[in-house]
T-cell receptor
């Protein structure tokens, strides 16, 4: 089955700087890669996703890049703000239609 | 805003008690899921359902059971709670196979077994 690795597990960045979280996946048939943000005391919420026919997607301060050859994808957050502090999960949807989550990254924005 | 609700949000019970965690969604989604989330953050799929009368075990073995008698309702039951069941339980739903597959999560039920 699919295996998704996520790094780093914790990340601290100065407010205003950029944050990058990286994930790799194992199933070459995977075609859908969402990112979820989980704030304290809440359930995860989809913030951006990308399909395998696209190399990059942007939504305001967040962007996701996908390298299908290397089987890795990354989340980029620019001009970070205190409200960006949360746990972020990457995920990959494999050929069996199952969504596999990464292990999570706890992002802390330092004011 | 996701229309998926979990109750109770917090539950503290003694060993051996039977508990049911409730999950309801008003979006008419076919697929529903239960995830167990440890303090280490990882999300472990323990049960899922493709529709009414369909239930499947997830990737992580769990002593809990689920039922899906109505589309909107997906309760999780522990017949005899133990301290090892202490965890955060997250319910989620999504549309069918041919859609994006976005998961909508509830806010979670934090269970503590003494």
């Amino acid at each position: 089955g699919e295996n998704v690795e996520q790094h780093p597990s914790t990340l601290s960045v100065q407010e205003g700087d950029s944050a990058v979280i990286k994930c790799t996946y194992s199933d070459s048939a995977s075609n859908y890669f969402p990112w979820y943000k989980q704030e304290l005391g809440k359930g995860p919420q989809l913030i951006i996703d990308i399909r395998s026919n696209v190399g990059e997607k942007k939504d305001q301060r967040i962007a996701v890049t996908l390298n299908k050859t290397a089987k890795h994808f990354s989340l980029h957050i620019t001009e970070t703000q205190p409200e960006d502090s949360a746990v972020y999960f990457c995920a990959a949807k494999g050929g069996n239609e199952k969504l596999t989550f990464g292990t999570g990254t706890r992002l802390t924005i330092i004011p | 805003e996701a229309d998926i609700y979990q109750t109770p949000r917090y539950l503290v019970i003694g060993t051996g008690k039977k508990i049911t965690l409730e999950c309801s969604q008003t979006m008419g989604h076919d697929k529903m899921y239960w995830y167990q989330q440890d303090p280490g953050m990882e999300l472990h799929l323990i049960h899922y359902s493709y529709g009414v009368n369909s239930t499947e075990k997830g990737d992580l073995s769990s002593e809990s059971t689920v039922s899906r008698i109505r589309t909107e309702h997906f309760p999780l039951t522990l017949e005899s709670a133990r301290p090892s069941h202490t965890s955060q339980y997250l319910c989620a739903s999504s549309e069918g196979f041919r859609h994006t597959g976005e998961l909508f999560f509830g806010e979670g039920s934090r269970l503590t077994v003494l």
